[in-house]
T-cell receptor, first 112, second 116 residues
Framework: QKEVEQNSGPLSVPEGAIASLNCTYS??????FFWYRQYSGKSPELIMF????GDKEDGRFTAQLNKASQYVSLLIRDSQPSDSATYLC????????????FGQGTELSVKP | GAVVSQHPSWVICKSGTSVKIECRSL??????MFWYRQFPKQSLMLMAT?????????EQGVEKDKFLINHASLTLSTLTVTSAHPEDSSFYIC????????????FGPGTRLLVL
């Protein structure tokens, strides 16, 4: 079982809809969770991070964490074509020297 | 927000030459930086962890004598690809860990290496 799993997609949503991106992780020692966005040909950029169970909102983005279920998600409200990118879920595991374990990424396509 | 730069952004070199890539944290100190490589349509692959003032830690399968890492200051890490070959052509990306923001890693813009 991979340590961090995401559906590779592509996930296609119409403009204005809510895009829901999911990520599961296997190590219960995971402490912090990150969502990055990577446009084709570019490096990843941080969208947001979350440490505590529950929801964390930042503009159109909401991260949700459920440690009991080992599940973290990212919701994008009012999706725009400019949100079309690959979204990477990353997990920081305790005592791993700060390394992030990345999922394989979910490709999101927002259709006008 | 935290900014990480990389230089150069593009490099084309002949087979057998060495290439140095710089990674700088511009507005924070980074005791730890990370080097990744990404081939087209593939995931990020962590190559090594660079710690200021100590030897880098390489991931399994990454040749430490081929990919030399130096982290001489709290804002600069360098990756040198020695005796580069066409199969080393890739997108090299560094990240720096900002301990003041919950150990978040911020990525540089990446360096595209093409070895002819």
């Amino acid at each position: 079982q991979k340590e961090v799993e995401q559906n590779s997609g592509p996930l296609s949503v119409p403009e204005g809809a809510i895009a829901s991106l999911n990520c599961t992780y296997s190590d219960r020692g995971s402490q912090s969770f990150f969502w990055y966005r990577q446009y084709s040909g570019k490096s990843p950029e941080l969208i947001m991070f979350i440490y505590s169970n529950g929801d964390k909102e930042d503009g159109r983005f909401t991260a949700q964490l459920n440690k009991a279920s080992q599940y973290v998600s990212l919701l994008i409200r009012d999706s725009q074509p400019s949100d079309s990118a690959t979204y990477l879920c990353a997990v920081n595991i305790y005592n791993q020297g700060g390394k992030l374990i990345f999922g394989q990424g979910t490709e999101l396509s927002v259709k006008p | 927000g935290a900014v990480v730069s990389q230089h150069p952004s593009w490099v084309i070199c002949k087979s057998g030459t060495s290439v140095k890539i710089e990674c700088r944290s511009l507005d924070f100190q980074a005791t730890t930086m990370f080097w990744y490589r990404q081939f087209p349509k593939q995931s990020l692959m962590l190559m090594a962890t660079s710690n200021e003032g100590s030897k880098a830690t390489y991931e399994q399968g990454v040749e430490k004598d081929k990919f030399l890492i130096n982290h001489a200051s709290l804002t600069l890490s360098t990756l040198t690809v020695t005796s580069a070959h066409p199969e080393d052509s890739s997108f090299y990306i560094c990240s720096a860990r900002d301990l003041t923001s919950g150990e978040t890693q911020y990525f540089g813009p990446g360096t595209r290496l093409l070895v002819l």
